[in-house]
């Protein structure tokens, strides 16, 4: 998983260059001079990309700790909270779709939590050594396989 982290990155940095250059040209050459030369600049570059790396991170221990599709719920639930504290802070206009939409998500994503919880405490418990193992070297299940 820590590789696919590290080539997703390291992808995204070379990637993304030339897509950047193309798009935003005339803002990068009209800024030369006084925003990239600007250490406050550089600064709060370098922190915004540690953070999105830690986020990298954080996806991958998710997701092996879940599953994917747990990841992209608790993803969309976030986001949609994250709209409704936009009408709070920011004073976005909250029209009738937009909150319907968000508590469509919210709902689907408590139903989800809830139904999961359940599965969870009426499955047999493996213990957490075994099914990790068996996890990274591509076994499907805990038994053991005769010779």
């Known amino acids: ?18 897509l950047i250059f193309h798009f935003e040209r005339e803002v990068i050459l009209a800024s030369l001079d006084n925003q990239l030369a600007n250490t406050a600049f550089w600064s709060a570059m370098t922190i915004a990309g540690f ?9 991958v221990l998710q997701i092996k700790a879940t599953s994917p599709l747990s990841h992209n719920i608790s993803g969309t639930a976030k986001a949609a909270a994250q709209s409704m504290m936009a009408f709070y802070i920011w004073g976005n206009e909250a029209t009738l779709l937009g909150v319907l939409g968000i508590f469509t998500v919210l709902g689907g994503s408590l139903l989800y939590t809830l139904v999961k919880m359940n599965e969870n405490a009426s499955a047999p418990a493996t213990p957490p050594s075994t099914a990790s193992k068996d996890v990274e070297q591509g076994n499907q299940s805990t038994q053991p396989t005769k010779a």
């Open 1 to 18: 998983h820590w590789k696919l982290t590290y080539y997703n990155n390291i992808n995204a940095c070379f990637l993304f260059l030339p």
């Open 51 to 59: 953070f999105g790396f830690s986020i990298g991170i954080v996806t």
